[in-house]
Protein backbone atom coordinates (compact mmCIF):
# COMPACT_ATOMS: atom_id res chain seq x y z
CA UNK A 1 0.00 0.00 0.00
CA UNK A 2 1.15 3.49 -1.17
CA UNK A 3 0.07 6.74 0.73
CA UNK A 4 1.44 10.11 -0.36
CA UNK A 5 1.69 12.35 2.60
CA UNK A 6 -0.06 15.52 0.41
CA UNK A 7 -3.39 13.45 0.44
CA UNK A 8 -3.03 12.36 4.06
CA UNK A 9 -4.32 13.49 7.47
CA UNK A 10 -1.23 13.42 9.14
CA UNK A 11 -1.09 16.66 11.34
CA UNK A 12 1.72 16.41 13.07
CA UNK A 13 2.53 19.00 15.68
CA UNK A 14 6.04 20.40 16.93
CA UNK A 15 5.14 21.84 20.18
CA UNK A 16 4.22 19.09 23.20
CA UNK A 17 0.41 19.30 23.83
CA UNK A 18 -0.29 20.53 27.67
CA UNK A 19 -2.48 17.95 28.21
CA UNK A 20 -0.79 15.38 27.49
CA UNK A 21 2.40 14.44 30.44
CA UNK A 22 3.49 10.76 29.25
CA UNK A 23 5.98 9.89 26.39
CA UNK A 24 3.04 8.20 24.02
CA UNK A 25 0.73 10.18 25.16
CA UNK A 26 2.92 13.02 23.80
CA UNK A 27 4.13 11.27 20.62
CA UNK A 28 0.76 10.19 19.39
CA UNK A 29 -0.38 13.40 19.52
CA UNK A 30 2.70 15.09 17.62
CA UNK A 31 2.56 12.80 15.72
CA UNK A 32 -0.76 12.57 14.31
CA UNK A 33 -2.13 9.92 15.44
CA UNK A 34 -4.86 10.53 17.57
CA UNK A 35 -6.94 13.51 18.91
CA UNK A 36 -9.38 14.23 21.90
CA UNK A 37 -12.70 14.02 21.48
CA UNK A 38 -13.19 14.54 25.53
CA UNK A 39 -12.12 13.42 28.90
CA UNK A 40 -10.85 9.93 27.80
CA UNK A 41 -12.46 9.70 24.18
CA UNK A 42 -10.16 9.93 21.36
CA UNK A 43 -10.48 9.89 17.30
CA UNK A 44 -7.66 7.43 16.11
CA UNK A 45 -6.87 9.23 12.62
CA UNK A 46 -5.13 7.08 9.73
CA UNK A 47 -1.95 6.83 11.18
CA UNK A 48 -3.40 5.47 14.36
CA UNK A 49 -6.09 3.39 13.00
CA UNK A 50 -3.97 1.34 11.09
CA UNK A 51 -1.23 0.62 14.00
CA UNK A 52 -4.87 -0.60 15.88
CA UNK A 53 -5.63 -2.98 13.25
CA UNK A 54 -2.44 -4.15 12.76
CA UNK A 55 -2.92 -5.21 16.72
CA UNK A 56 -6.12 -6.51 15.69
CA UNK A 57 -4.93 -8.92 13.15
CA UNK A 58 -2.12 -10.20 15.10
CA UNK A 59 -4.65 -10.67 17.87
CA UNK A 60 -7.27 -12.04 16.04
CA UNK A 61 -4.97 -14.81 13.68
CA UNK A 62 -3.57 -15.97 17.20
CA UNK A 63 -7.21 -16.13 18.24
CA UNK A 64 -8.31 -18.53 15.79
CA UNK A 65 -5.43 -20.18 15.31
CA UNK A 66 -5.87 -21.37 19.04
CA UNK A 67 -9.67 -22.09 18.31
CA UNK A 68 -11.70 -19.47 19.56
CA UNK A 69 -14.02 -18.28 17.58
CA UNK A 70 -14.92 -14.71 16.59
CA UNK A 71 -18.69 -13.14 17.73
CA UNK A 72 -19.72 -9.51 17.88
CA UNK A 73 -21.78 -8.48 20.95
CA UNK A 74 -23.36 -5.41 21.17
CA UNK A 75 -22.39 -2.60 23.29
CA UNK A 76 -25.79 -1.46 24.31
CA UNK A 77 -26.65 -3.59 27.08
CA UNK A 78 -30.04 -4.56 28.60
CA UNK A 79 -29.45 -3.98 32.38
CA UNK A 80 -31.59 -7.45 33.08
CA UNK A 81 -27.76 -9.27 32.83
CA UNK A 82 -25.70 -7.55 35.06
CA UNK A 83 -28.84 -7.38 37.76
CA UNK A 84 -28.71 -11.20 37.11
CA UNK A 85 -25.14 -11.27 38.69
CA UNK A 86 -25.39 -8.05 41.05
CA UNK A 87 -22.85 -6.43 39.13
CA UNK A 88 -25.44 -4.06 38.37
CA UNK A 89 -24.98 -2.65 41.54
CA UNK A 90 -21.34 -3.63 42.52
CA UNK A 91 -19.96 -1.70 39.33
CA UNK A 92 -21.24 1.24 40.77
CA UNK A 93 -20.31 4.55 39.01
CA UNK A 94 -17.81 2.73 36.36
CA UNK A 95 -21.13 1.55 34.89
CA UNK A 96 -22.17 3.99 32.37
CA UNK A 97 -25.98 3.41 32.98
CA UNK A 98 -29.13 4.83 30.44
CA UNK A 99 -32.91 5.17 29.97
CA UNK A 100 -34.56 4.12 27.48
CA UNK A 101 -37.44 6.35 25.87
CA UNK A 102 -39.76 3.69 27.98
CA UNK A 103 -37.33 4.36 31.21
CA UNK A 104 -36.05 1.14 30.90
CA UNK A 105 -32.06 0.07 32.40
CA UNK A 106 -29.43 -0.47 30.08
CA UNK A 107 -25.78 0.56 30.17
CA UNK A 108 -22.93 0.82 28.19
CA UNK A 109 -20.46 -2.91 28.23
CA UNK A 110 -17.86 -2.63 30.51
CA UNK A 111 -16.94 -6.64 29.62
CA UNK A 112 -19.46 -9.18 28.81
CA UNK A 113 -19.12 -12.27 31.17
CA UNK A 114 -23.28 -12.21 31.34
CA UNK A 115 -23.96 -11.24 28.07
CA UNK A 116 -21.73 -14.55 26.61
CA UNK A 117 -22.85 -16.70 29.49
CA UNK A 118 -26.57 -15.58 27.98
CA UNK A 119 -25.54 -16.30 24.37
CA UNK A 120 -24.17 -19.79 25.64
CA UNK A 121 -26.75 -20.62 27.86
CA UNK A 122 -29.67 -20.47 25.50
CA UNK A 123 -27.52 -22.88 22.71
CA UNK A 124 -25.63 -25.29 24.89
CA UNK A 125 -27.36 -27.94 26.06
CA UNK A 126 -25.05 -31.11 26.36
CA UNK A 127 -21.71 -31.87 26.33
CA UNK A 128 -20.73 -32.36 22.89
CA UNK A 129 -21.02 -29.24 22.16
CA UNK A 130 -18.15 -28.03 25.11
CA UNK A 131 -15.73 -26.86 25.14
CA UNK A 132 -16.37 -23.69 23.55
CA UNK A 133 -14.03 -20.30 23.20
CA UNK A 134 -15.63 -17.34 21.84
CA UNK A 135 -14.11 -13.91 21.27
CA UNK A 136 -14.84 -10.77 20.06
CA UNK A 137 -12.90 -7.16 19.12
CA UNK A 138 -15.34 -4.52 20.27
CA UNK A 139 -15.62 -0.97 22.03
CA UNK A 140 -15.81 -0.73 25.77
CA UNK A 141 -17.09 1.91 28.12
CA UNK A 142 -15.92 2.40 31.95
CA UNK A 143 -16.23 5.46 33.47
CA UNK A 144 -13.34 5.49 34.90
CA UNK A 145 -12.40 7.66 37.73
CA UNK A 146 -9.49 9.13 36.58
CA UNK A 147 -9.19 8.09 32.58
CA UNK A 148 -5.07 9.20 31.22
CA UNK A 149 -2.44 8.73 29.36
CA UNK A 150 -4.46 9.15 26.30
CA UNK A 151 -5.32 6.14 24.86
CA UNK A 152 -3.90 4.71 27.87
CA UNK A 153 -7.05 4.48 29.77
CA UNK A 154 -9.62 5.41 28.51
CA UNK A 155 -13.33 6.14 28.85
CA UNK A 156 -14.16 4.62 25.63
CA UNK A 157 -11.19 2.21 24.45
CA UNK A 158 -11.18 -1.24 22.32
CA UNK A 159 -10.60 -4.95 23.98
CA UNK A 160 -10.44 -8.29 22.58
CA UNK A 161 -12.53 -10.42 25.39
CA UNK A 162 -12.74 -14.27 24.93
CA UNK A 163 -14.84 -16.22 26.85
CA UNK A 164 -13.90 -20.37 27.59
CA UNK A 165 -16.74 -22.92 28.52
CA UNK A 166 -15.51 -26.32 29.82
CA UNK A 167 -17.56 -29.13 31.03
CA UNK A 168 -14.69 -29.67 33.75
CA UNK A 169 -11.81 -27.91 36.13
CA UNK A 170 -9.61 -30.00 33.70
CA UNK A 171 -11.15 -28.56 31.11
CA UNK A 172 -10.90 -25.11 31.92
CA UNK A 173 -7.40 -25.58 33.34
CA UNK A 174 -6.23 -26.71 29.55
CA UNK A 175 -8.36 -23.75 27.86
CA UNK A 176 -6.76 -21.25 29.64
CA UNK A 177 -3.50 -22.75 29.15
CA UNK A 178 -4.27 -22.55 25.15
CA UNK A 179 -4.81 -18.79 25.94
CA UNK A 180 -1.67 -18.21 27.91
CA UNK A 181 0.39 -19.59 24.90
CA UNK A 182 -1.44 -17.73 22.52
CA UNK A 183 -1.37 -14.35 24.56
CA UNK A 184 2.43 -15.25 24.87
CA UNK A 185 2.76 -15.45 21.02
CA UNK A 186 0.52 -12.44 19.98
CA UNK A 187 2.82 -10.30 22.58
CA UNK A 188 6.14 -11.64 21.25
CA UNK A 189 4.33 -11.07 17.88
CA UNK A 190 4.02 -7.52 18.49
CA UNK A 191 7.41 -6.80 19.67
CA UNK A 192 6.88 -6.08 23.18
CA UNK A 193 9.14 -6.91 26.32
CA UNK A 194 6.79 -8.16 28.77
CA UNK A 195 5.98 -10.61 31.73
CA UNK A 196 3.51 -12.67 32.64
CA UNK A 197 2.75 -11.85 36.48
CA UNK A 198 0.51 -13.61 38.59
CA UNK A 199 -2.42 -11.32 39.93
CA UNK A 200 -4.80 -10.31 43.11
CA UNK A 201 -7.86 -12.43 41.82
CA UNK A 202 -9.30 -12.13 45.66
CA UNK A 203 -12.46 -10.31 44.51
CA UNK A 204 -13.80 -12.02 41.85
CA UNK A 205 -13.36 -15.59 43.75
CA UNK A 206 -10.83 -16.34 40.47
CA UNK A 207 -8.34 -19.14 41.73
CA UNK A 208 -6.30 -18.65 38.96
CA UNK A 209 -5.15 -15.45 36.77
CA UNK A 210 -2.00 -13.85 35.12
CA UNK A 211 -1.29 -10.41 33.94
CA UNK A 212 0.33 -9.39 30.99
CA UNK A 213 2.69 -6.81 32.32
CA UNK A 214 4.12 -4.77 29.13
CA UNK A 215 7.31 -3.05 31.34
CA UNK A 216 7.90 0.14 30.69
CA UNK A 217 9.20 3.04 33.66
CA UNK A 218 5.88 5.00 33.17
CA UNK A 219 3.77 1.72 33.80
CA UNK A 220 1.06 2.37 36.79
CA UNK A 221 1.72 -1.52 38.37
CA UNK A 222 4.61 -2.64 40.67
CA UNK A 223 5.69 -5.98 40.01
CA UNK A 224 8.18 -8.24 41.16
CA UNK A 225 10.06 -11.05 39.20
CA UNK A 226 12.65 -13.19 40.15
CA UNK A 227 16.51 -12.50 38.64
CA UNK A 228 16.91 -16.17 38.52
CA UNK A 229 13.56 -18.08 37.42
CA UNK A 230 10.37 -17.09 35.94
CA UNK A 231 8.41 -16.27 38.87
CA UNK A 232 6.85 -12.72 38.07
CA UNK A 233 3.73 -10.91 40.37
CA UNK A 234 2.08 -7.81 40.78
CA UNK A 235 3.55 -6.72 44.23
CA UNK A 236 -0.01 -6.72 45.73
CA UNK A 237 -0.05 -10.84 44.84
CA UNK A 238 3.55 -11.42 45.31
CA UNK A 239 4.20 -14.48 47.75
CA UNK A 240 7.14 -13.47 49.23
CA UNK A 241 10.16 -16.14 49.92
CA UNK A 242 11.08 -16.57 53.86
CA UNK A 243 13.93 -14.22 54.74
CA UNK A 244 17.29 -15.87 55.86
CA UNK A 245 17.26 -15.81 59.75
CA UNK A 246 18.54 -12.79 61.71
CA UNK A 247 20.98 -12.78 64.79
CA UNK A 248 19.55 -14.30 67.61
CA UNK A 249 19.44 -11.83 70.89
CA UNK A 250 18.78 -13.00 74.13
CA UNK A 251 14.98 -11.58 74.89
CA UNK A 252 14.98 -7.98 76.88
CA UNK A 253 12.06 -7.08 78.84
CA UNK A 254 9.19 -5.17 77.81
CA UNK A 255 9.94 -1.75 78.48
CA UNK A 256 8.32 1.98 77.64
CA UNK A 257 10.51 4.45 76.36
CA UNK A 258 9.52 8.47 76.31
CA UNK A 259 9.96 9.48 72.39
CA UNK A 260 8.59 12.88 72.60
CA UNK A 261 7.71 15.08 69.48
CA UNK A 262 9.36 12.39 67.22
CA UNK A 263 6.42 11.24 64.58
CA UNK A 264 8.46 8.88 61.59
CA UNK A 265 9.63 5.77 61.74
CA UNK A 266 12.98 7.07 60.62
CA UNK A 267 12.97 9.93 63.59
CA UNK A 268 12.06 7.32 65.87
CA UNK A 269 15.01 5.01 65.28
CA UNK A 270 17.35 7.99 65.19
CA UNK A 271 16.26 8.94 68.74
CA UNK A 272 16.43 6.01 69.91
CA UNK A 273 19.75 4.51 67.64
CA UNK A 274 17.58 1.74 66.78
CA UNK A 275 17.73 0.35 63.09
CA UNK A 276 14.55 0.69 61.56
CA UNK A 277 14.44 -2.78 60.94
CA UNK A 278 13.92 -3.29 64.59
CA UNK A 279 10.99 -1.69 64.18
CA UNK A 280 7.27 -2.75 64.24
CA UNK A 281 5.42 -0.52 61.99
CA UNK A 282 1.69 -0.60 62.91
CA UNK A 283 -1.14 1.19 61.13
CA UNK A 284 -4.85 0.66 61.82
CA UNK A 285 -7.19 0.19 58.83
CA UNK A 286 -10.75 -0.18 58.35
CA UNK A 287 -12.73 -2.83 56.63
CA UNK A 288 -16.43 -2.34 55.51
CA UNK A 289 -19.51 -2.88 57.91
CA UNK A 290 -20.18 -6.49 58.70
CA UNK A 291 -23.08 -7.56 60.83
CA UNK A 292 -20.04 -8.36 63.39
CA UNK A 293 -19.03 -4.80 62.67
CA UNK A 294 -22.03 -2.49 61.58
CA UNK A 295 -19.45 0.29 61.69
CA UNK A 296 -16.97 -1.29 59.74
CA UNK A 297 -13.88 -3.00 61.84
CA UNK A 298 -10.50 -1.02 63.12
CA UNK A 299 -7.88 -3.66 62.34
CA UNK A 300 -4.15 -3.16 63.48
CA UNK A 301 -1.65 -3.98 60.26
CA UNK A 302 1.81 -4.99 61.65
CA UNK A 303 4.70 -4.91 59.41
CA UNK A 304 8.60 -4.36 59.73
CA UNK A 305 9.98 -0.81 59.80
CA UNK A 306 11.60 -1.28 56.35
CA UNK A 307 8.17 -3.01 55.11
CA UNK A 308 4.91 -1.52 53.29
CA UNK A 309 1.53 -2.74 53.89
CA UNK A 310 -0.24 -3.64 51.51
CA UNK A 311 -4.30 -3.17 51.23
CA UNK A 312 -5.06 -5.41 48.82
CA UNK A 313 -3.20 -8.40 50.38
CA UNK A 314 -4.92 -7.01 53.71
CA UNK A 315 -8.17 -7.10 52.74
CA UNK A 316 -8.08 -10.53 51.34
CA UNK A 317 -6.59 -11.71 54.63
CA UNK A 318 -9.33 -10.23 56.10
CA UNK A 319 -11.84 -11.59 53.77
CA UNK A 320 -13.15 -8.04 52.80
CA UNK A 321 -13.33 -6.53 49.93
CA UNK A 322 -11.26 -3.56 50.86
CA UNK A 323 -9.81 -1.99 53.63
CA UNK A 324 -8.58 2.27 54.13
CA UNK A 325 -6.91 3.47 56.43
CA UNK A 326 -8.13 5.09 59.57
CA UNK A 327 -8.69 8.92 60.27
CA UNK A 328 -7.16 9.86 62.94
CA UNK A 329 -9.80 10.41 65.25
CA UNK A 330 -9.99 6.76 64.50
CA UNK A 331 -7.18 6.03 65.38
CA UNK A 332 -6.93 8.11 69.02
CA UNK A 333 -10.31 6.21 69.74
CA UNK A 334 -8.73 2.97 68.70
CA UNK A 335 -5.50 3.62 70.51
CA UNK A 336 -5.88 6.41 72.90
CA UNK A 337 -2.96 8.16 71.34
CA UNK A 338 -2.15 10.30 68.92
CA UNK A 339 -1.40 8.85 65.47
CA UNK A 340 2.43 7.65 65.27
CA UNK A 341 2.10 5.88 68.54
CA UNK A 342 -0.08 2.42 67.84
CA UNK A 343 1.18 -1.36 68.65
CA UNK A 344 0.11 -3.87 69.04
CA UNK A 345 0.39 -4.38 72.81
CA UNK A 346 -2.22 -4.24 75.16
CA UNK A 347 -4.78 -3.04 71.80
CA UNK A 348 -8.42 -4.32 71.91
CA UNK A 349 -9.01 -5.45 68.35
CA UNK A 350 -8.06 -7.99 66.02
CA UNK A 351 -4.15 -7.72 64.73
CA UNK A 352 -2.42 -8.79 61.96
CA UNK A 353 1.32 -9.08 61.35
CA UNK A 354 3.81 -10.01 58.33
CA UNK A 355 5.97 -13.05 58.94
CA UNK A 356 8.82 -10.98 58.77
CA UNK A 357 7.86 -8.85 61.50
CA UNK A 358 6.29 -11.52 63.40
CA UNK A 359 9.84 -13.18 63.59
CA UNK A 360 11.30 -9.91 65.32
CA UNK A 361 13.06 -10.32 68.72
CA UNK A 362 13.02 -7.37 70.94
CA UNK A 363 10.81 -5.00 68.68
CA UNK A 364 10.35 -1.51 69.01
CA UNK A 365 6.73 -0.28 68.20
CA UNK A 366 4.23 2.33 69.70
CA UNK A 367 2.99 2.26 73.34
CA UNK A 368 -0.71 3.16 72.31
CA UNK A 369 0.57 6.61 74.52
CA UNK A 370 1.60 9.30 72.94
CA UNK A 371 4.91 10.34 73.04
CA UNK A 372 5.86 6.67 74.25
CA UNK A 373 7.05 4.16 72.38
CA UNK A 374 7.97 0.06 73.57
CA UNK A 375 11.04 -2.01 73.22
CA UNK A 376 11.59 -5.36 73.48
CA UNK A 377 8.53 -6.38 72.17
CA UNK A 378 8.54 -10.33 71.39
CA UNK A 379 5.62 -11.88 69.54
CA UNK A 380 7.27 -15.29 70.15
CA UNK A 381 6.81 -14.51 73.71
CA UNK A 382 3.14 -13.70 73.37
CA UNK A 383 3.87 -10.01 74.08
CA UNK A 384 0.52 -9.68 72.59
CA UNK A 385 -1.64 -11.86 70.02
CA UNK A 386 -1.81 -11.60 66.47
CA UNK A 387 -2.30 -13.56 63.16
CA UNK A 388 0.29 -14.05 61.11
CA UNK A 389 -0.43 -13.62 57.65
CA UNK A 390 1.24 -11.69 54.57
CA UNK A 391 -0.30 -8.21 54.24
CA UNK A 392 2.94 -6.76 52.60
CA UNK A 393 3.98 -5.71 49.33
CA UNK A 394 7.02 -7.85 47.82
CA UNK A 395 10.30 -6.00 47.09
CA UNK A 396 13.13 -5.86 45.16
CA UNK A 397 15.55 -7.89 46.76
CA UNK A 398 12.79 -9.83 48.30
CA UNK A 399 14.12 -13.79 47.90
CA UNK A 400 11.93 -15.69 45.36
CA UNK A 401 9.45 -17.95 47.14
CA UNK A 402 9.86 -20.30 44.44
CA UNK A 403 13.33 -20.69 44.63
CA UNK A 404 14.95 -18.08 46.32
CA UNK A 405 13.67 -19.07 50.31
CA UNK A 406 15.75 -18.69 53.21
CA UNK A 407 18.88 -16.95 51.37
CA UNK A 408 19.45 -19.48 48.96
CA UNK A 409 18.67 -19.02 45.15
CA UNK A 410 17.12 -16.02 43.03
CA UNK A 411 15.50 -12.75 44.52
CA UNK A 412 13.00 -10.16 43.63
CA UNK A 413 13.66 -7.21 40.78
CA UNK A 414 11.07 -4.57 41.07
CA UNK A 415 9.31 -3.27 37.59
CA UNK A 416 7.20 -1.50 35.98
CA UNK A 417 4.30 -2.27 33.79
CA UNK A 418 1.78 -1.52 31.82
CA UNK A 419 -1.71 -4.34 32.19
CA UNK A 420 -1.49 -5.36 28.51
CA UNK A 421 -3.77 -8.81 28.91
CA UNK A 422 -5.21 -10.38 31.82
CA UNK A 423 -6.23 -13.77 31.66
CA UNK A 424 -8.61 -15.62 34.23
CA UNK A 425 -9.95 -19.15 35.46
CA UNK A 426 -13.71 -17.56 36.95
CA UNK A 427 -14.89 -21.21 37.39
CA UNK A 428 -18.70 -21.13 37.58
CA UNK A 429 -19.22 -17.62 39.43
CA UNK A 430 -21.21 -16.72 36.21
CA UNK A 431 -22.75 -19.91 35.08
CA UNK A 432 -24.04 -20.77 38.66
CA UNK A 433 -26.01 -17.23 39.16
CA UNK A 434 -26.84 -17.19 35.78
CA UNK A 435 -27.23 -20.82 35.06
CA UNK A 436 -25.95 -21.64 32.57
CA UNK A 437 -25.64 -25.68 32.53
CA UNK A 438 -25.27 -28.61 30.36
CA UNK A 439 -26.41 -32.09 30.34
CA UNK A 440 -23.10 -34.14 31.37
CA UNK A 441 -22.21 -37.68 29.67
CA UNK A 442 -23.18 -39.68 33.22
CA UNK A 443 -26.88 -37.50 32.70
CA UNK A 444 -26.46 -34.83 35.66
CA UNK A 445 -27.10 -31.24 35.11
CA UNK A 446 -24.03 -28.89 35.94
CA UNK A 447 -22.91 -25.52 35.98
CA UNK A 448 -20.00 -24.92 32.56
CA UNK A 449 -16.74 -23.67 33.97
CA UNK A 450 -15.86 -20.75 32.71
CA UNK A 451 -12.61 -18.56 31.83
CA UNK A 452 -12.01 -15.04 30.62
CA UNK A 453 -9.52 -13.21 28.54
CA UNK A 454 -9.08 -9.90 28.16
CA UNK A 455 -6.41 -7.69 26.00
CA UNK A 456 -6.73 -4.04 25.84
CA UNK A 457 -6.39 -3.51 22.09
CA UNK A 458 -6.22 0.18 22.26
CA UNK A 459 -3.86 0.37 25.09
CA UNK A 460 -1.48 -1.97 23.56
CA UNK A 461 -0.54 1.04 21.05
CA UNK A 462 0.23 3.53 23.77
CA UNK A 463 2.24 0.82 25.92
CA UNK A 464 4.08 0.43 22.24
CA UNK A 465 5.09 3.76 22.30
CA UNK A 466 6.04 3.64 25.84
CA UNK A 467 8.04 1.04 25.27
CA UNK A 468 9.53 2.23 21.90
CA UNK A 469 10.51 5.39 21.43
CA UNK A 470 13.37 7.94 22.00
CA UNK A 471 13.33 12.18 22.24
CA UNK A 472 13.19 12.37 18.90
CA UNK A 473 9.70 10.41 18.59
CA UNK A 474 8.50 7.24 18.00
CA UNK A 475 10.24 3.71 17.30
CA UNK A 476 7.77 1.53 16.01
CA UNK A 477 7.91 -2.62 16.40
CA UNK A 478 8.09 -3.54 12.61
CA UNK A 479 4.81 -5.75 13.00
CA UNK A 480 2.83 -2.57 14.36
CA UNK A 481 4.32 0.51 12.24
CA UNK A 482 1.63 1.90 10.76
CA UNK A 483 3.89 1.67 7.28
CA UNK A 484 7.48 -0.04 6.71
CA UNK A 485 8.97 2.57 5.02
CA UNK A 486 9.06 6.54 5.29
CA UNK A 487 9.91 7.25 1.53
CA UNK A 488 11.47 10.81 1.63
CA UNK A 489 11.88 13.31 -1.56
CA UNK A 490 14.15 16.24 -1.15
CA UNK A 491 12.88 18.65 -3.93
CA UNK A 492 9.66 17.88 -6.34
CA UNK A 493 11.67 17.64 -9.79
CA UNK A 494 10.35 15.24 -11.78
CA UNK A 495 13.62 13.18 -11.98
CA UNK A 496 12.93 12.84 -8.18
CA UNK A 497 9.50 12.33 -8.12
CA UNK A 498 9.54 9.93 -10.96
CA UNK A 499 12.38 7.36 -9.50
CA UNK A 500 10.13 7.58 -6.02
CA UNK A 501 7.30 6.67 -7.63
CA UNK A 502 8.98 3.49 -9.38
CA UNK A 503 10.78 2.98 -5.96
CA UNK A 504 7.40 2.89 -4.14
CA UNK A 505 5.39 0.69 -6.79
CA UNK A 506 8.27 -1.83 -6.83
CA UNK A 507 8.26 -1.88 -2.87
CA UNK A 508 4.55 -2.35 -3.27
CA UNK A 509 4.83 -5.30 -5.58
CA UNK A 510 6.53 -6.99 -2.43
CA UNK A 511 4.38 -6.29 -0.08
CA UNK A 512 5.69 -3.53 1.80
CA UNK A 513 3.42 -0.89 2.78
CA UNK A 514 5.41 3.09 1.95
CA UNK A 515 4.43 6.47 3.04
CA UNK A 516 5.68 8.70 1.12
CA UNK A 517 6.63 12.22 2.08
CA UNK A 518 5.67 14.13 -1.44
CA UNK A 519 5.48 17.48 0.67
CA UNK A 520 7.33 20.75 -1.01
CA UNK A 521 9.10 21.16 2.27
CA UNK A 522 13.05 20.99 3.64
CA UNK A 523 14.54 18.30 4.03
CA UNK A 524 14.80 19.30 8.22
CA UNK A 525 10.88 19.54 8.43
CA UNK A 526 11.01 15.89 6.68
CA UNK A 527 13.57 13.94 8.70
CA UNK A 528 11.93 15.48 12.03
CA UNK A 529 8.32 13.92 11.00
CA UNK A 530 9.90 11.20 9.66
CA UNK A 531 11.46 10.57 13.15
CA UNK A 532 8.29 11.75 14.82
CA UNK A 533 6.06 9.63 13.53
CA UNK A 534 8.67 6.38 13.42
CA UNK A 535 8.31 4.40 10.96
CA UNK A 536 11.37 1.19 10.98
CA UNK A 537 13.08 2.38 7.76
CA UNK A 538 14.12 5.82 6.09
CA UNK A 539 15.02 6.00 2.37
CA UNK A 540 15.58 9.35 0.82
CA UNK A 541 15.87 10.03 -2.94
CA UNK A 542 16.98 13.80 -3.75
CA UNK A 543 18.63 15.14 -7.27
CA UNK A 544 22.10 14.51 -5.48
CA UNK A 545 21.49 10.51 -4.97
CA UNK A 546 19.57 10.27 -8.31
CA UNK A 547 22.91 11.63 -10.02
CA UNK A 548 24.63 8.73 -8.70
CA UNK A 549 21.46 6.65 -9.29
CA UNK A 550 21.07 5.66 -5.42
CA UNK A 551 18.70 6.52 -2.72
CA UNK A 552 19.84 6.51 0.80
CA UNK A 553 18.57 3.98 3.41
CA UNK A 554 18.36 4.31 7.31
CA UNK A 555 16.91 2.34 10.21
CA UNK A 556 14.80 4.55 12.88
CA UNK A 557 16.57 2.57 15.53
CA UNK A 558 20.01 4.06 14.35
CA UNK A 559 20.89 7.12 15.87
CA UNK A 560 23.76 8.02 13.72
CA UNK A 561 23.18 10.92 12.01
CA UNK A 562 25.57 9.64 9.37
CA UNK A 563 24.32 6.02 9.94
CA UNK A 564 23.00 5.75 6.87
CA UNK A 565 23.31 3.23 3.79
CA UNK A 566 23.92 4.49 0.00
CA UNK A 567 21.92 1.64 -2.25
CA UNK A 568 21.35 1.69 -5.83
CA UNK A 569 17.96 2.25 -6.96
CA UNK A 570 17.88 -1.08 -9.06
CA UNK A 571 19.08 -2.84 -5.58
CA UNK A 572 17.03 -0.74 -3.27
CA UNK A 573 14.05 -3.10 -3.44
CA UNK A 574 15.30 -6.18 -3.05
CA UNK A 575 17.74 -4.05 0.26
CA UNK A 576 14.83 -2.69 1.45
CA UNK A 577 12.83 -5.57 1.78
CA UNK A 578 15.61 -7.99 3.29
CA UNK A 579 16.20 -4.93 5.98
CA UNK A 580 12.64 -5.88 6.58
CA UNK A 581 12.84 -9.23 6.48
CA UNK A 582 10.41 -9.79 3.93
CA UNK A 583 12.61 -10.92 1.10
CA UNK A 584 11.36 -14.01 -0.68
P1 LIG B 1 -6.81 -1.68 34.98
O1 LIG B 1 -6.35 -2.42 36.21
O2 LIG B 1 -5.70 -1.13 34.16
O3 LIG B 1 -7.90 -0.69 35.25
P2 LIG B 1 -8.58 -3.86 34.54
O4 LIG B 1 -7.91 -4.90 35.33
O5 LIG B 1 -9.75 -3.17 35.09
O6 LIG B 1 -7.50 -2.78 34.06
P3 LIG B 1 -9.62 -5.84 32.72
O7 LIG B 1 -11.02 -5.82 33.18
O8 LIG B 1 -8.72 -6.93 33.12
O9 LIG B 1 -8.95 -4.44 33.10
O10 LIG B 1 -9.64 -5.62 31.13
C1 LIG B 1 -8.83 -6.34 30.21
C2 LIG B 1 -7.80 -5.43 29.56
O11 LIG B 1 -8.41 -4.25 29.01
C3 LIG B 1 -6.79 -4.90 30.55
O12 LIG B 1 -5.76 -5.84 30.74
C4 LIG B 1 -6.30 -3.63 29.86
O13 LIG B 1 -5.28 -3.93 28.93
C5 LIG B 1 -7.52 -3.16 29.09
N1 LIG B 1 -8.18 -2.02 29.75
C6 LIG B 1 -8.86 -2.03 30.90
N2 LIG B 1 -9.34 -0.81 31.20
C7 LIG B 1 -8.94 0.01 30.19
C8 LIG B 1 -9.12 1.40 29.91
N3 LIG B 1 -9.82 2.18 30.71
N4 LIG B 1 -8.56 1.90 28.77
C9 LIG B 1 -7.87 1.11 27.93
N5 LIG B 1 -7.67 -0.20 28.16
C10 LIG B 1 -8.19 -0.76 29.26
MG1 LIG C 1 -7.22 -6.69 34.74
Known amino acids: ?71 LMPALLPGEYFKETQRWDLYGDVLFRIRDRKGGDYHLGPTHEEIVTDMVRREVRSYRQLPLNLYQIQTKFRDEPRPRGGVMRGREFTMKDAYSFDVDELGA ?56 CDYAANVEAAEIGALPKGPEFPKEEVREVHTPNVGSIADVAKFLKVNAKRFLKSLLYVAPASDAHPHGEVVMACVRGDHEVNEIKLANALGAREVHLATEADVERATGAKVGFAGPVGFKGRVLVDPAGAELTNAVTGANKTDHHLMGVNLSRGDYAAD ?93 A ?45 FKDADLIGLPWRVTIGAKTIAKEQCELKARSNRDPKGHELVTLANAPERIAAALGMAD
Not at 187 to 194: A, K, M, Q, V, Y
Not at 196 to 216: N, P, R, Y
Not at 441 to 446: A, K, L, M, N, Y
Open 482 to 526: PYHVHLCTLGTEPEVMNAAKALADALVERGIDVLWDDRDERPGVK
Open 173 to 228: QRSYENMREAYKRIFERLGLTFRIVQADSGAIGGKTSAEFQVLADSGEDAIVACDE
Open 388 to 480: VKDIRSAAEGDPCPRCGAHGGGGHFKAYKGIEGGHIFILGTHYSAKMRATFLAQDGSERPMIMGCYGIGISRLVASAVEQHHDQDGIRWPLAI
Open 1 to 71: MLQRFTQALIPTVKETPAEATNASHILLLRGGYVRQVGAGIYNFLPLGLRVLRKIENVVRQEMDRAGAQEV
